[in-house]
């Protein structure tokens, strides 16, 4: 206990030495979100970067999370604990490939997951969130084809709610939400009769017909709080719980195993800890390093989606 306290110490006075500010995914331990000062989903959390007078902003998420918030923010240093907190979704979607595919495929709109490199939303047309995918689909010309790029449940939901036939979806996925199975799922609904299912849209599509609420992480929670029930099932990454249990600390959220390890973790988020951040904010490193150039290709795409809202 003395060694944690030691470093949340020594986190407190490197923020106030670096004029830093600390930002944290709802998906991180509890303990970092406690130490942020803001927790928040990826978009959220770049809009507040821009709000603060600092120099240095401490991104306690995953890699693409921080190049979002660089390329708003390029005149501050962005840091993050770990750099290999990457993600599966990004991985599963190489720029390359993208390039590859725009070039046999002339006249498609590319509409980008926020869940994607750098790279990739330099090469994108728009970008989404999980919680303005729908909106921004729609926003699109209906005769102009679509490449939903790269999360094959949330494309499906979101064709799914358009009704736009012509949309192709990128083959990718989240290792933590792909794997969350159905049968799970109704063994929870058998055990937790009275409970109310939350689901993120990049859960299988059989998961999502089984949900009495669809929606972001945020939303999620903003949904769990405002309902007048006491019991929930939450179909996403369980580092939520800290979040909902802070607004709502009557209520019961129970979170299902999913395949890929009988837990509902995602590995990349976890792998930031206190010692990293500190470490992170005493040196500035990892840092993302991002050229002009590709700041401002990839500021397009940001600044559409964030018209369309």
Same mark, same amino acid.
């Given at each position: ?12 006075e490197l923020k106030r ?85 725009k070039a046999k495929n ?121 309902? %007048? ?11 939520? +719980?800290?979040? !909902? *249990? &802070? =607004? ?9 195993? %999913? ?11 976890? +792998?930031?800890? !206190? *010692? &990293? =951040? ?32």
């Amino acid at each position: 206990m003395l060694a944690t306290a030691s470093i949340t110490e020594e986190i407190a006075e490197l923020k106030r030495a670096r004029r830093a500010i600390i930002l944290a995914h709802h998906y991180q331990d509890p303990e970092i979100q406690d130490l942020a000062d803001a927790v928040g989903d990826s978009l959220e959390l770049a809009r507040k970067a821009r709000a603060f007078e600092g120099d240095v902003i401490a991104f306690c998420g995953v890699w693409f999370m921080a190049e979002t918030a660089k390329v708003l923010n390029p005149e501050r240093i962005v840091i993050v604990p770990d750099r290999d907190a990457g993600c599966s979704l990004v991985d599963s979607c190489p720029a390359g490939k993208l390039r590859e595919w725009k070039a046999k495929n002339p006249g498609y709109a590319i509409v980008s997951y926020i869940n994607t490199s750098i790279e990739v939303k330099a090469e994108s047309d728009i970008l989404c969130t999980s919680r303005n995918a729908v909106n921004i689909v729609n926003s699109i010309p209906a005769e102009q084809p679509i490449l939903f790029v790269p999360d094959i449940n949330l494309g499906n939901y979101v064709r799914e709610q358009t009704g736009r036939a012509d949309m192709k979806i990128w083959q990718g996925a989240c290792i933590v939400h792909a794997t969350f199975a159905a049968r799970k799922l109704s063994r929870a609904r058998s055990e937790h009769p009275s409970a109310l299912v939350a689901a993120h849209p990049e859960c299988p599509g059989d998961v999502l017909a089984m949900a009495d609420f669809i929606g972001s992480t945020s939303a999620i929670i903003d949904w769990c709080a405002a309902q %007048n029930a006491s019991e929930f099932i939450v179909m996403t990454e369980s580092g939520v +719980r800290h979040s !909902l *249990e &802070k =607004l709502a600390p009557e209520k019961t959220f129970h979170f299902i195993p %999913n395949e890929q390890c009988n837990c509902s973790e995602c590995p990349y988020m976890k +792998r930031n800890t !206190l *010692e &990293k =951040l500190r470490d992170a904010l005493r040196n500035l490193s990892p840092r993302v390093d991002l050229s002009p150039e590709l700041i401002e290709r990839a500021r397009r795409p940001i600044d559409r989606m964030l018209a369309v809202q």
